[in-house]
T-cell receptor, first 111, second 113 residues
Framework: EAGVAQSPRYKIIEKRQSVAFWCNPI?????LYWYQQILGQGPKLLIQ????????DSQLPKDRFSAERLKGVDSTLKIQPAKLEDSAVYLC?????????FGQGTRLTVV | GDSVTQMEGPVTLSEEAFLTINCTYT??????LFWYVQYPGEGLQLLLK?????DKGSNKGFEATYRKETTSFHLEKGSVQVSDSAVYFC????????????FGSGTRLQVQP
């Protein structure tokens, strides 16, 4: 079974620029999550989708972050404009039941 | 809201030593509890889980018991190996949290030969 795919693996941008991350979940997984993991901390939920509907986006900074999951499969997370404090690893995860499977993440550095 | 507190690292042990990483949680209702591991250069992987009180999760020699009376889920291994060097995250999933994972801050384990 293929795992959760994320791209790019690494991204360096200047502050105030925009960036987008892509996630392809495991086939058949209805639930998709985006987490932000700042260095030295545990992952924190940004947004949760069930199929193509948003279940929880209460911790998403909506003034600069947006996410979508078209057709209930792939998802993109966008940051516009980026700030220095957005430097982190962005993790995508998917689940069908209780267990969540994680991608390798995208490491974003904002300079 | 839900929260997880785990012991700070780094934890440095010699090979074959006994490992305990403490984890306590706060949640309403009856959450499911997890330990995830992140090896260097790799993504988060589920190590073990427990879904109800007194359940014991186990995998690769690691164990953790869901203790509702103490709201704890401590990770233990009787004899660590160099290959166990990684960052370990305790996490919970609850209905109130719509089943999304709430993570602790992680504990880095370094095992020396």
């Amino acid at each position: 079974e293929a795992g959760v795919a994320q791209s790019p693996r690494y991204k360096i941008i200047e502050k105030r620029q925009s960036v987008a991350f892509w996630c392809n979940p495991i086939s058949g997984h209805a639930t998709l999550y985006w987490y932000q993991q700042i260095l030295g901390q545990g992952p924190k939920l940004l947004i949760q989708f069930q199929n193509n509907g948003v279940v929880d986006d209460s911790q998403l900074p909506k003034d600069r972050f947006s996410a979508e999951r078209l057709k209930g499969v792939d998802s993109t997370l966008k940051i516009q404009p980026a700030k220095l404090e957005d430097s982190a690893v962005y993790l995508c995860a998917s689940s069908r039941t209780l267990e969540a499977f994680f991608g390798q993440g995208t490491r974003l550095t904002v300079v | 809201g839900d929260s997880v507190t785990q012991m700070e690292g780094p934890v440095t042990l010699s090979e074959e030593a006994f490992l305990t990483i403490n984890c306590t949680y706060t949640a309403t209702g009856y959450p499911s509890l997890f330990w995830y591991v992140q090896y260097p250069g790799e993504g988060l992987q589920l190590l073990l889980k427990a879904t109800k009180a007194d359940d014991k999760g186990s995998n690769k020699g690691f164990e953790a018991t869901y203790r509702k009376e103490t709201t704890s889920f401590h990770l233990e291994k009787g004899s660590v190996q160099v290959s166990d060097s990684a960052v370990y995250f305790c996490a919970l999933s609850s209905l109130a949290g719509r089943r999304a994972l709430t993570f602790g801050s992680g504990t880095r384990l370094q095992v020396q030969p």
